[in-house]
């Protein structure tokens, strides 16, 4: 690649020395000096140039070919570039046409400029040089449109070099939390003679004798999946300002629930008694539900829209926290003719900053709140029509299941319009009423924890189920996946025909949720200039 660079930077340099001596007006004898050079002195080496990119990227060497099924098996590198493997593909075959033309405008220019002066141009190495050209064409176009048919779309992210909350990834608090509670405060009665296990849904109901209820925060929601470990045990609390209860549990055979150590506090002691000889009233471990104030939980399900009546399309998404509402952010821009995006115009459309307690506010209509019943993402991959691209997103809930989709509108690529995207613009929603499968998070430990970089897993057909870590590696504090909030974008900015929701991480690990984006498919206007066309800009001047 960096021969290939090389080549076309090189190339690139003459050509902005024409550019400069056309724009600037030099004498005559300058303008056929420049020529001279072309024809005389460096004619075999452009041309030679060409012939070498041409063999490196589409003939013998095969370095496209290399580059695309490169991009598709090696993941973790090109999730760090800002480009789908196809528009990488596109990109790249775009600066190979361009530079391929000015190498060949270099000499028909030349060889024009010396007619003029009367000073002559060889017909033969004109003919040569066409030839060589004509000859090329046959085998590139159908080359790259094949790669560009196969290549992959999707442009998502990897994980950063450091995790940084707030900054690359948000949480769901206090969703799902281990939470430690003596039977006799799990029934209306008072009662202890059921046992922990027994208690699979159900709330606080008091505080007896004011034991260690009285120095712990009480679960306000519901309680769930209750066990017993063992009868004594000493808690180290977390400060009051952070999204735990607990920074470990340690009992009194020496297991230990979290990382363990010494505590910042003081240990409190939750020691199980008897009532009577024969009953037992134990400390059971639990699940929290806290809805509460310090629990965000909550989805936007306001439908988010570029706007169309300004011919502006999504160009990207990310993950946004507004006042405990998650939002998916669209990226908008200004569509052109052949799907160029007027980078100028780009901008994050903001978020709609409302409280879930305003009044005009409703559950199930503008948000949807997690719960132990209602906790489930579907993972989606949608893709629109070729003559459709993306301008805007929403999130419905779908049974108990949230559920992202994408509107679409249709069109006109060669002019850059959307046709009457007021009226023709339809919702597309992945998947059917088939039953989804469950990716399972059996006692995952922190994302943020893991020594080696998120994968995606599967998405079709697949969802995720928001859930406490595990006991063991983190006493249940925590809940999982993480948001990713990182951009995700293409640059160039294109349009999108696509979008999607997806998991990635490490087995044993909680992972991350995040969002990715799906570039226009370009390949069925992939062409090639005709040596025609070509002529037709050195006579112009026109810039290829």
Not at 41 to 64: C, M, P, W, Y
Not at 147 to 154: E, F, G, K, P
Not at 317 to 326: D, G, I, L, Q, Y
Not at 517 to 528: A, C, E, G, R, S
Request: hydrophobic share 30%; charged share 25%; net charge negative.
């Amino acid at each position: 690649m960096y021969d290939i660079y090389s080549t076309i930077s090189r190339i690139e340099d003459h050509y902005k020395y024409l550019k400069a001596y056309e724009t600037f007006k030099f004498e005559n004898d300058t303008l056929l000096n420049l020529a001279k050079a072309q024809v005389i002195t460096s004619e075999r080496e452009n041309l030679q140039a060409v012939e070498h990119l041409h063999l490196k990227l589409f003939g013998t060497e095969d370095v496209i070919g290399q580059l695309a099924s490169g991009n598709q098996m090696f993941q973790d590198y090109t999730c760090r570039t800002p480009q789908s493997p196809q528009l990488y593909l596109y990109m790249l075959y775009e600066q190979y046409v361009l530079v391929e033309l000015k190498a060949h405008a270099l000499i028909e220019w030349s060889w024009m400029m010396l007619r003029k002066f009367g000073q002559g141009g060889s017909i033969e190495d004109e003919n040569r040089s066409r030839d060589a050209y004509k000859r090329r064409t046959p085998t590139t176009l159908p080359k790259i449109k094949q790669l560009m048919s196969r290549a992959d779309r999707s442009v998502w992210r990897c994980d950063p070099r450091e995790h940084e909350v707030r900054v690359t990834y948000e949480e769901v608090t206090r969703l799902l939390q281990g939470y430690i509670e003596n039977e006799v405060d799990l029934n209306s009665d008072g009662s202890c003679s059921r046992g922990c296990a027994y208690y699979k849904s159900t709330k606080s109901e008091g505080c007896f004798d004011n034991k260690f209820c009285s120095e712990q925060p009480k679960c306000s929601g519901g309680v769930y999946d209750c066990r017993y470990v063992e009868s004594n045990m000493k808690i180290c609390q977390a400060a009051s300002n952070q999204n735990r209860r607990y920074d470990f549990i340690q009992y009194e055979s020496g297991r230990v629930y979290g990382k363990g150590g010494s505590c910042h506090t003081w240990l409190n002691k939750a020691n199980s008694w008897n009532r009577w000889i024969f009953q037992e009233c134990s400390y059971c471990l639990c699940l929290c539900d806290d809805q509460g104030v310090e629990s965000d939980r909550y989805f936007n399900l306001r439908p988010v829209i570029a706007d169309v009546e300004r011919n502006r399309v999504v160009t990207g998404v990310r993950f946004v926290k507004r006042n405990r509402v998650f939002h998916l952010q669209i990226q908008e821009g200004e569509m052109l003719p052949l799907g160029v995006i007027n980078e100028s115009t780009l901008e994050w459309k903001p978020a709609d900053l409302y409280n879930i307690t305003d009044k005009d506010v409703q559950e199930g209509i503008d948000f949807h709140m997690l719960s132990y019943e209602k906790r489930s993402v579907d993972l989606v991959e949608l893709k629109a029509e070729n003559n459709s691209v993306v301008t805007g997103l929403r999130f419905k809930v779908r049974g108990t299941h949230l559920h992202l989709e994408a509107q679409c509108s249709r069109v006109e690529f060669q002019r850059g319009i959307l046709i009457e995207p007021k009226t023709t613009s339809y919702w597309m929603s992945g998947g059917n009423d088939e039953p989804r499968d469950k990716l399972p998070l059996k006692d995952p430990q922190l994302p943020t924890q893991s020594s080696t970089a998120s994968i995606p897993y599967p998405s079709d057909n697949h969802f995720i189920e928001f859930a406490n870590t595990g006991f063991d590696q983190d006493a249940g504090q925590s809940t999982v996946p993480f948001i990713d909030i990182q951009d995700v974008i293409s640059d160039p900015a294109v349009p999108l025909s696509g979008i999607g929701l997806y998991f990635k991480g490490r087995d044993g690990f909680g992972g991350f949720l995040a969002p990715k984006i799906i570039t226009y498919d370009f390949t069925p206007y992939v062409q090639l200039p005709t040596w025609e066309s070509m002529q037709t800009v050195v006579r112009e001047g026109e810039n290829p």
